[in-house]
């Protein structure tokens, strides 16, 4: 017997038919005699319309009253899934994240997981019930509901997961596992069998959107074994996320890419004519911190005639706040020759263990992005991850010939 968390994605709960789908497969694996977890998302593209109905009264919602409204799309799944497997002549009892007591801090709309108290989990479990969880969602400790970001259920299954000890937690999505890159850009993407952890982490950070990045974070924590499957076939092993470390033995098999990243999700902020002096990038990007706005890539040319030029980038929802930070709050300060925004810009990261062993992986990139007269606005690089900053209008372009520059195409 084995305690295993699954948790559906939106598609995966879409309508009465899918969710009794999901039903079916949970009574698959309980009458194999294992402990059943379910955390399910909100129908698909409920989230989006509720947002979007939030914006109607308020062009910018306060976010503790988005939040009380966009949990709900999660809270109607549970139910309805419940009701599914009673129907099934299953025990099932669903839970909010606030009813678990999954208690996060106050960062509305992006809310982290401090604690999950898994009490009644563990005794309805026992008692013989699947549980379900609605996910994306907790409680402060003033009981406010909060949520994690979107994609956040795949957190709140993985934190179930690390907390109740599971054996597995099992994604299922509308595909069948990690591919090499969104395989709606490249046809010929191929999924992978398993990928390290590292790099499911840097895939899941440049912009892939089968996981959520904090849930790939949390798994690595506390060593959960996450598996992504497809909820629409019952057969298939999907993409296991390992712990092993790759290329121990020099396999000249191993890839040395695993995968390619993209997000059209983030903007560049530019800000020219800065004097070169200490302190110059904390008082630009203090305030900033400040408004808890996250910042990716940063850059800061060599200075000339003591003046230099500072680029970032943020999320593209957050460009003008972070703009108006500037002018308003900074400028004073720094006395900028000018603030530009761009949300025109995308992101194409190349990820793969390979290449702590391997040189020149950076080279044949840009060279590869050259010949196709690609330029390129800002790199980044870690030890497992080159990324780089296009002109929005270059983004398929540049994955399609990087995918076969790197030879990830099946074989
Ligand atoms: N329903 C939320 C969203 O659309 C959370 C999730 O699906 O993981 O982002
Ligand atoms: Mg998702």
Same mark, same amino acid.
């Given at each position: ?277 200490? /302190? #110059? $990038?904390? &008082?630009?990007?203090?305030?900033? %911190?400040?408004?808890? @706005?996250?910042?990716? !890539? =940063? ?60 040189? /020149? #992986? $950076?080279? &044949?990139?840009?060279?590869?992005? %050259?010949?196709?007269? @690609?330029?390129?606005? !800002? =790199? ?32």
């Amino acid at each position: 017997m084995a305690l295993i968390v699954q948790k559906y994605g939106g598609t995966s709960v879409a309508n009465p038919e899918r969710i009794r789908n999901v039903a079916r497969r949970v009574a698959r694996y309980k009458a194999m005699g294992h402990q059943i977890v379910v955390v399910v998302s909100a129908m698909s593209g409920e989230t989006n319309r509720l947002i979007a109905l939030a914006k109607e009264i308020m062009p910018e919602p306060d976010p503790r009253e988005l939040d009380v409204m966009i949990s709900t799309g999660e809270q109607v799944t549970i139910g309805l899934t419940a009701l599914a497997l009673m129907e099934l002549g299953i025990k099932a009892k669903s839970y909010t994240g606030a009813q678990v007591k999954i208690l996060t801090d106050a960062a509305h709309t992006k809310a982290r997981i401090l604690d999950i108290d898994n009490h009644n989990i563990k005794q309805d479990l026992n008692d013989g019930y699947v549980v379900v969880v609605a996910g994306f969602q907790g409680a402060d400790e003033f009981g406010n509901t909060t949520t994690l970001g979107r994609g956040g259920s795949d957190t709140t299954g993985v934190a179930l997961a690390a907390t109740l000890k599971a054996d597995e937690c099992q994604i299922y999505t509308d595909v069948d596992g990690v591919y090499t890159t969104d395989p709606r850009v490249v046809p010929e993407a191929r999924r992978l069998d398993k990928i390290t952890f590292e790099e499911m982490l840097e895939l899941a950070s440049q912009g892939s959107k089968v996981l959520q990045i904090r849930s790939v974070e949390f798994a690595g924590k506390y060593k959960v074994k996450l598996r992504v499957l497809s909820s629409f076939e019952d057969e298939g092993d999907g993409t296991l996320i390992t712990f092993e470390e790759a290329n121990k033995d020099n396999n000249m098999e191993e890839p040395i890419i695993s995968g390619i990243a993209f997000n059209r999700d983030e903007a560049k902020i530019t800000v020219l004519g800065v004097p070169d002096t200490p /302190g #110059i $990038a904390y &008082q630009i990007l203090g305030p900033i %911190a400040d408004a808890n @706005i996250d910042v990716d !890539m =940063i850059i800061q040319n060599t200075g000339a005639d003591g003046v230099t030029d500072f680029s970032f980038t943020v999320h593209k929802n957050e460009m003008n706040k972070a703009l108006a930070i500037l002018r308003d709050k900074v400028q004073g300060f720094i006395k900028a020759r000018e603030i530009i925004g761009d949300d025109r810009i995308a992101k194409v990261a190349v990820v793969g263990v390979g290449m702590r062993s391997h040189v /020149g #992986i $950076a080279s &044949q990139m840009f060279r590869t992005l %050259a010949e196709e007269g @690609i330029n390129i606005q !800002m =790199i980044s690089t870690s030890e497992i991850k080159i990324a780089v900053v296009i002109e929005e209008k270059y983004m398929e372009l540049a994955v399609r010939v990087l995918h076969k520059a790197f030879e990830l195409e099946g074989k």
